[in-house]
Each structure stands twice: as C-alpha cells, then as structure tokens.
C-alpha cells in the first residue's frame, strides 16, 4: 500500500506538469482516485435505469455543489433533457430549502433575434423552468441578449462576465443529435470562444418542435464557444433517450473531432456523462460502465481500461459505492 501510494504521488506530480501523454491532452489534472493509474481516461461515465434517474442524478449534483459553494458559477442549458433537472431542482428548493440566493448562472446560448418575452428564447425557458420558481436573484441570471444591436460586442462583454465571476464552477450540458454542446454546430474550434454561430439544418430541425412553425426556427445564435466550455472547472453532460445513443457513443468514444463538439470533452479533466439505459446502448464495452448498484455488471469490463466511479447517490450507498462529496470513491469493476 505504502509503495502504490508513493507511486501515486510521483504519477500525480508527473501528470500535473505532462502537457500531453499517449495522445490526450492532460490539463489541471489531479487524481484523487485509484484512476491515477489510468493514462487518460479522465471521464466519469454513469448510466442510470431510467431518464427521470439520470436527471435527478444531475440536479443531486447541482445541489451538492450548492450547497457545498452557495455562491457556485452556474453554467446552464436548455432544452428537452433539462426539463426534468429543473424540475427536480425546484422540488429541491421547496423540500429542501436548496438554496439559491447568492448563486451566479450563465446560459451556454440564446437565439439570435428572439427577445425574452419569446417564448421560445432560452430567456424565457428559463425564468419559466427554474428561475421564478427559486429564490435566485435575477440579476444573477445571465444569457447572452440575442437582440443586441452588436453582437460581437455581446459576446465579449458575456466572456467577460464570465471572467469576473471568476469563472464557471460547474457546467451542464445537453448533447445535439449532431454532437453540439451549447450551439457549437461541426466544425467548431475547440478553442472557440462566445460568438454567433450559424445553426445547421439538423439543429433548427431538432428544434422545430418547439416552435408552431418550423421556419421560425432563427438561422443563428449566440453560444458558449467549446474552449469557452472547456475552461469550467466541471464539465456535467446529460443525455436521454435512444436517439442520442448514437451520438453519445460517437462523443465518448469515438476519436476527438471537430465535427462533434461533445469529443472535446474527452480534454477535459473533470467531466461527467450521465445517461440513462437507452442513450447508453450504444457504448462499447469497455466504457459501459454501470452505477446503480447492479451486482453483476452487464457487459464485460475490459477493467483496465475501465473504471467505475459512482457518485454518492443514495441508490448506491448499499453497493459500497459512495462516500461522502468531495471524496467519492472510486470502485474498480
Ligand atoms: C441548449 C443547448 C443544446 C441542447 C441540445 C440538446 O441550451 O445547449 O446543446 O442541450 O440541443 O437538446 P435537447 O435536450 O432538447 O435534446
């Protein structure tokens, strides 16, 4: 024990100071975890039985680091999937007096020429499905203003805000049928920054449910750039339902591209993919890594390249998998 803990710490300074290693990009990384030993594989992967799990596996850790920082930088999505983690977050500030008074949150994106009262701006989903229904202050909330007369002024000044705030503590992230985070559509730069992004066929199609006619969908919005994404120091993306499976697998699995934003996850070092059964089918074995408590794991694990780290979710404590916040364990199967 006392030579695998030596040889942690000397990994540990080693990979802190690696800028590269075997391929991956190695930033600000710091291993708390027996992964030490585990050249870059840097995600957290947990698959929940069901959509409505997997979203209130996402708000659980919202609420953790709430409560943890109660003036958390909160990066913020839309859409779909989010739905549910709001709602559960509102559950959570009713029953739990989750507190959200002092917490700072910036949307990844917003419609180009929709205005707040739209109801299809992200403005307005938001001040719908979370925000007047906590007690956050609204001039906390920030989204870019697809309205502004310079939108290039716009997105620096909301690069800006970011920085003062002192960066983004912990972003959450849906997931695009064409592998978008935000609206960084293919061929984003990875080192992109806020700006306006045109929209692709697929993205204002995926959209167009939500509009009563499909050529309202805008053409262009304003969006977090991927290295914008990056920079948060926690990366959560969540994603649902058989038709991201696909796309998930592409993201986590596949090689780092440009041509699906999500893939520049893989740099990132503290990053977790919650998905439930269905946007995991896709997964090859040796990332399909179980966390609600089965006692015989599905699939056959290829354990050195894999690693099963379970959040502390209730559902988990009788499988030994939990420990308190800031020192989950890490358990090998
Ligand atoms: C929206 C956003 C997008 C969505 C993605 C998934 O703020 O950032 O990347 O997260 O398009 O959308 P749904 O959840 O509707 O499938």
């Known amino acids: 024990m006392a030579i695998y803990n030596f040889l942690r710490v000397c990994l540990n300074k080693f990979l802190n100071t690696t800028p590269t290693l075997g391929g991956f990009v190695v930033r600000n990384f710091r291993v708390h975890y027996p992964r030490t030993i585990y050249f870059g594989i840097f995600m957290e992967v947990i698959i929940r039985p069901g959509s409505e799990l997997a979203a209130?596996?996402?708000?659980?850790?919202?609420?953790?680091?709430?409560?943890?920082?109660?003036?958390?930088?909160?990066?913020?999505?839309?859409?779909?999937t989010m739905?549910?983690?709001?709602?559960r977050l509102i559950q959570m500030h009713r029953e739990e007096k989750l507190d959200f008074s002092s917490c700072r949150t910036f949307n990844l994106d917003e419609y180009?020429?929709?205005?707040?009262?739209?109801?299809?701006?992200?403005?307005?989903?938001?001040?719908h499905h979370l925000f007047l229904h906590v007690n956050i202050d609204m001039k906390n909330t920030h989204l870019p203003d697809g309205m502004a007369a310079d939108l290039g002024a716009e997105c620096e000044k909301y690069e800006q805000s970011i920085k003062e705030c002192g960066g983004i503590d912990l972003q959450i992230l849906g997931i695009g049928q064409n592998g978008h985070i935000g609206f960084n559509e293919p061929l984003s730069a990875?080192?992109?920054?806020?700006?306006?992004?045109?929209?692709?066929?697929?993205?204002?199609e995926q959209n167009a449910t939500l509009f009563t006619d499909p050529d309202e969908v805008p053409h262009s919005a304003i969006t977090m750039g991927v290295g914008t994404i990056l920079d948060c120091r926690r990366c959560v993306l969540l994603a649902t339902g058989e038709e991201k499976a696909a796309i998930v697998s592409q993201a986590i699995e596949g090689p780092m591209t440009s041509t699906i934003s999500a893939s520049?996850?893989?740099?990132?070092?503290?990053?977790?993919?919650?998905?439930?059964?269905?946007?995991?089918?896709k997964l090859k074995n040796h990332y399909h890594w179980m966390a609600n408590g089965h006692k015989k794991p599905e699939v056959m694990l290829d354990w050195q390249n894999s690693l099963?780290?379970?959040?502390?979710?209730p559902e988990c404590r009788s499988n030994d998998c939990s420990g308190p916040l800031g020192e989950r364990r890490a358990k090998e199967i």
């Open 264 to 281: 520049a996850l893989q740099l990132h070092s503290e990053c977790t993919v919650i998905l439930d059964r269905q946007a995991s089918s």
């Open 56 to 80: 209130h596996l996402a708000a659980e850790i919202i609420g953790r680091e709430l409560r943890a920082n109660p003036r958390l930088v909160l990066g913020l999505a839309t859409g779909c």
């Open 190 to 204: 990875f080192r992109s920054r806020t700006r306006k992004q045109a929209l692709s066929p697929v993205t204002r």
């Open 83 to 87: 739905d549910a983690v709001y709602a």
């Open 308 to 313: 099963h780290l379970a959040a502390n979710i």
């Open 112 to 127: 180009v020429g929709l205005s707040g009262d739209n109801p299809n701006s992200y403005r307005y989903y938001m001040d």
